[in-house]
């Protein structure tokens, strides 16, 4: 499938899109790509959302010099452009560790536009994100003892960035995980919408009692933890990750349906009947376990049709 691109806070924000239904925005982490941390989720969850995987700036088809830095910040404005652009009112965001630090940032601040949220692999503490981010993220520890990374980061992200690329995106990415002002509890309670946290019992980078934190400070939290499992959730354990999303959204749907509807996504209740927010878990148990692949419509590169 081809990349479309869209003009969004001064970038040129590369993105893949996948099926037709409520609009969904997934945030890959750091160094990573959508398409790739999210491929074993986009053919279940494109049955009944229309899915949106957007590169940050630096990553993969997003142009950026990471010599210019990589901030929170920026990666909020980007976010806000990119859902601008594409005339979401009101959306489904996923967030993993990179992007759920952008996902929990933005629904601080524009809780109005998400119908629902989730968090994967982060908490707002300092350590021992911090600490584990310095050390598994730094180009001359990867290009000495993990050369099968290195490899895969030169592939991923050097033929749009350029020679050395993927070095100064992690090296601006350590330095912006280690001076970002955290969020803080009065932060998260602004997060009134339906939310779930999502931790592997093994993740270095967030234990489990930083996660089961963060879902007692969101006013609307469930707290889902993987078992036998590290950082990626989603990608270690998907088919148990798709069964504890299809829940989330079955159980959520009525909300997330109100939510739009303030937003001026949806005229009236019976809009969402057309391809409703949980009903993909149906298709899943007709179709089967899914399979990582990419498969679906190209979008137009302006304008996205919301259900």
Not at 225 to 245: I, K, Q, S, T
Not at 258 to 277: C, F, K, N, Q, V
Request: contains cysteine.
């Amino acid at each position: 499938m081809l990349t479309a691109f869209v003009s969004a806070n001064g970038l040129q924000i590369g993105y893949d899109v996948h099926g037709a239904g409520p609009p969904m925005v997934l945030l890959h982490g750091a160094g990573s790509a959508g398409r790739e941390d999210y491929a074993a989720q986009v053919p279940l969850f494109a049955k009944a959302f229309r899915v949106h995987l957007p590169d940050a700036r630096g990553h993969a088809t997003s142009r950026w010099d990471p010599a210019d830095g990589v901030t929170a910040d920026d990666l909020v404005a980007d976010l806000l452009g990119f859902v601008d652009a594409l005339h979401l009112r009101s959306f489904h965001l996923v967030g993993f560790s990179l992007g759920a630090t952008t996902a929990l940032r933005f629904a601080v601040r524009y809780p109005e536009r998400l119908r629902t949220l989730v968090s994967i692999g982060i908490a707002p503490d300092a350590e021992p994100r911090r600490s584990v981010a310095r050390r598994l993220l730094d180009p001359e520890r990867i290009e000495r003892e993990d050369t099968r990374w290195a490899a895969e980061l030169h592939r991923r992200h050097d033929a749009t960035q350029g020679p050395g690329a993927w070095q100064r995106l992690l090296a601006a990415i350590i330095d912006d995980v280690a001076t970002a002002p955290l969020l803080t509890p009065g932060d998260l309670r602004r997060i009134e919408l339906p939310a779930m946290v999502v931790v592997g019992d093994r993740d270095p980078f967030t234990p489990v009692g930083q996660a089961w934190e963060l879902a007692r400070q969101l006013p609307d939290a469930r707290l889902f933890v993987a078992p036998g499992c590290g950082h990626d959730v989603m990608v270690r354990r998907p088919a148990l990750f798709n069964e504890a999303m299809g829940a989330f959204y079955r159980s959520t749907e009525a909300k997330a349906t109100e939510r739009a509807i303030a937003a001026g996504s949806l005229a009236h209740p019976s809009a969402a009947r057309r391809g409703t927010d949980g009903e993909w878990l149906a298709h899943a148990a007709d179709h089967g376990p899914a399979h990582a692949h990419n498969a679906g419509p190209k979008a137009h590169p302006t304008k996205e049709a919301e259900a």
